[in-house]
């Protein structure tokens, strides 16, 4: 089956930019994740969506990050504007249920200068 | 928040030696996970554990998901230059969300 699909790979950005990252789940995948990793860390949760509907956004800076996924397939992540400390590769994960494990992308390195 | 510690933080081995790497949790997890992320590609699943005491393999990949469900151990028998990457443990501690807690990772790096 194919995989996770994330575009673009790479982005560089000036501060107080605004960007957008797009994520195709692997196909029938009811439950898909955006986590932010930086440099040296694990992946951190930013919004998790069960279909269309959003499940957990508690750790998203909601006053800068935007994420949506319209017909319950397709993502897109929004930041706007970008900060300095936004640098990070943003993965896109998806499972076919709730309780199942996660299906990751290759993530979009995303540099802020 | 929930938070693991994973350790080693970092490893440097000979080809065919033994590696062992751990994961502990300031508090119960229903679900513990192994995952690997080589340079530039995403996780990749390597082992789930479902079971307090479940002791799964997965190759020369084995894992264990602790009794007291705080911790979990990822062994790798016989190192091959291939399993250089960094490691995750994560953890979910159940509900109606699967939202995953991961560790800071276990860089390993093997000398052929």
């Known amino acids: 089956e194919a995989g996770v699909a994330q575009s673009p790979r790479y982005k560089i950005i000036e501060k107080r930019q605004s960007v957008a990252f797009w994520c195709n789940p692997i196909?029938?995948?009811?439950?898909l994740y955006w986590y932010q990793q930086i440099l040296g860390q694990g992946p951190k949760l930013l919004i998790q969506?069960?279909?269309?509907?959003?499940?957990?956004d508690s750790q998203l800076p909601k006053d800068r990050f935007s994420a949506e996924r319209l017909k319950g397939v397709d993502s897109t992540l929004k930041i706007q504007p970008a900060k300095l400390e936004d640098s990070a590769v943003y993965l896109c994960?998806?499972?076919?249920?709730?309780?199942?494990?996660?299906?990751f992308g290759n993530g979009t390195r995303l540099t802020v200068t | 928040g929930q938070q693991l510690n994973q350790s080693p933080q970092s490893m440097f081995i000979q080809e065919g030696e033994d590696v062992s790497m751990n994961c502990t949790s300031s508090?119960?997890?229903?679900?513990w996970l192994w995952y690997k992320q080589d340079p530039g590609e995403g996780p990749v699943l390597l082992i789930a554990?479902?079971?307090?005491?479940e002791l799964t393999s997965n190759g020369r990949l084995t894992a264990q998901f602790g009794i007291t469900r705080k911790d979990s151990f990822l062994n790798i028998s016989a190192s091959i230059p291939s399993d250089v990457g960094i490691y995750f443990c994560?953890?979910?501690?159940?509900?109606?969300?699967?939202?995953?807690?991961f560790g800071k990772g276990t860089l390993l790096t093997v000398n052929p």
């Open positions: 969506f069960q279909n269309n509907g959003v499940v957990d």
């Open positions: 508090s119960i997890f229903n679900t």
């Open positions: 196909s029938g995948h009811a439950t």
């Open positions: 994560a953890g979910h501690s159940g509900g109606s969300n699967y939202k995953l807690t």
């Open positions: 994960a998806s499972s076919n249920s709730y309780n199942s494990p996660l299906h």
């Open positions: 554990l479902y079971k307090a005491g």
